[in-house]
């Protein structure tokens, strides 16, 4: 009878791990980001959950704040990434099948484990498949040394970020405290970039990101090729977001538009705010039909010699231009300047430019909207633009990550500043009456 009793407590005190069992996986997505998950498992209920380290998006928001977003609908969980759903069993491998929750985003979320071996995938809003693929861990330390890599971003902040006041300010200074106050506890990439993103919406400049390396950070590696699209007959489309990196690309866009001989070119800068000044000025050539000075991009470093803001005709003294064959994005942030030096190119666009803006064209995209219109070069039809014409770089932290920062500042021709004043349209118009408008 004792024997009996003894066996019976023996079940009793280890029937919690035969129900439910737990592990730890590290999952990598299509963009190479890395998440630490906790998969527990219910036997008994066929269920799961799975989550990144616990309390975090909790800690982010502060008590108070998340439970006024919780109670609103707004937050659901107080983990970044918090996955529920089914488990069924097929041989040696569980299948899962639920919700992937990120932050106040649901998406339907499958996927199987085998071994030491994750394959699962989630949908977006679109129904398009995002690929996560990971491999089982013996434990949930930290992915990487988050602390070091905050570090190095702090320090790169506050010697290349464009405006050195912002450093001194008391939003700069309350955001350091409180990542470094969170650093040592970061366990992956999800939770590193929600760091920054969550806690720099105060900041007094954006954007700023500190994510992995990625190919289409870098300008000469972006997603979208140079094309054109065409409305009609007569009207050409060109992309703000695929503009031509180079005179090759940017000839062979001319050579279309001559080829099909359109009268109309539409420039679509809506909700655009990556594009290099390069691509920008070999726009300018295409289009202007007058040279002239577009005005200068300044970083830090100029700011920091303490010299008065340079206009057009002292350029060429002390800046190389954009179009010069040695203008690096990645070096920039070690010159003190260049300007857009605009030459009309020999086969210059002859018919009418309209460019279609809205109130998040920025940074270069609102340099080229202000060159166009200052220049009379074409017809602004849209929305005022931002009022923000700092240039987003991404700067180097090590191999892996980068950093996203407003490392330079644009100038008009005599030497303004067009941050918080935006440029106005020719034509305001919204939504379907901006191409109505031009084909009229």
Do not use: C
Not at 86 to 93: A, E, L, P, Q
Not at 140 to 149: E, G, R
Not at 196 to 215: A, I, N, Q, V
Not at 416 to 432: A, E, T, W
């Amino acid at each position: 009878m004792d024997r009996f009793r003894l066996l019976f407590f023996v079940v009793l005190l280890f029937q919690p791990f035969i129900v439910s069992s737990q592990t730890y996986w590290k999952i990598e997505n299509e963009h190479e980001d890395e998440i630490l998950l906790t998969v527990e498992v219910n036997k008994e209920k066929n269920t799961f959950v799975a989550f990144s380290r616990k309390d975090a998006l909790k800690e982010l928001a502060g008590v108070f704040t998340y439970t006024l977003a919780k109670a609103a609908g707004k937050l659901k969980y107080p983990e970044i990434v918090f996955i529920e759903g089914t488990t069924r069993s097929s041989k040696d491998t569980l299948l899962l099948n639920g919700t992937f929750n990120y932050f106040d985003k649901q998406f339907p979320f499958s996927a199987s484990l085998a071994g030491n071996q994750f394959n699962g995938k989630y949908l977006d809003p679109k129904g398009k498949s995002h690929s996560l693929q990971g491999v089982k861990m013996a434990d949930v330390k930290p992915i990487n040394d988050y602390a070091s890599l905050i570090n190095l971003a702090f320090q790169i902040t506050e010697n290349s970020l464009v405006n050195p006041a912002w450093i001194r300010s008391d939003e700069w200074h309350d955001f350091k405290n409180k990542v470094n106050s969170l650093k040592t506890k970061i366990s992956d990439d999800y939770e590193l970039a929600a760091t920054f993103f969550w806690l720099g919406k105060k900041l007094p400049f954006s954007p700023y990101e500190l994510t992995k390396s990625r190919p289409h950070n870098k300008p000469n590696n972006r997603r979208n090729r140079a094309r054109i699209r065409e409305q009609n007959s007569s009207v050409a489309i060109l992309e703000g977001n695929s503009l031509p990196l180079n005179q090759n690309e940017m000839d062979s866009i001319a050579m279309i538009i001559s080829t099909k001989r359109y009268a109309k070119l539409v420039i679509d800068l809506r909700g655009n705010s990556r594009i290099s000044p390069a691509s920008a000025n070999l726009l300018l050539n295409y289009i202007a039909n007058k040279p002239f000075l577009a005005g200068a991009y300044l970083t830090r470093k100029w700011r920091d010699t303490g010299l008065v803001i340079p206009k057009s005709e002292d350029y060429k003294k002390v800046f190389k231009s954009f179009m010069d064959t040695d203008f690096s994005s990645e070096l920039f942030s070690k010159e003190q300047g260049r300007y857009l030096n605009v030459i009309p190119s020999k086969n210059n666009f002859k018919g009418k430019v309209y460019l279609l803006t809205d109130s998040k064209t920025a940074r270069v995209a609102e340099m080229i909207t202000y060159a166009v219109k200052n220049n009379k070069i074409g017809t602004i039809v849209g929305q005022k633009t931002a009022g923000n014409t700092f240039w987003a770089e991404y700067f180097k932290i090590n191999g892996e990550y980068d950093l996203l920062l407003s490392g330079s500042e644009f100038f008009t021709g005599e030497g303004k500043s067009l941050n918080s004043i935006g440029v106005d349209p020719d034509v305001l118009r919204s939504g379907d009456e901006l191409m109505h408008y031009i084909l009229r």
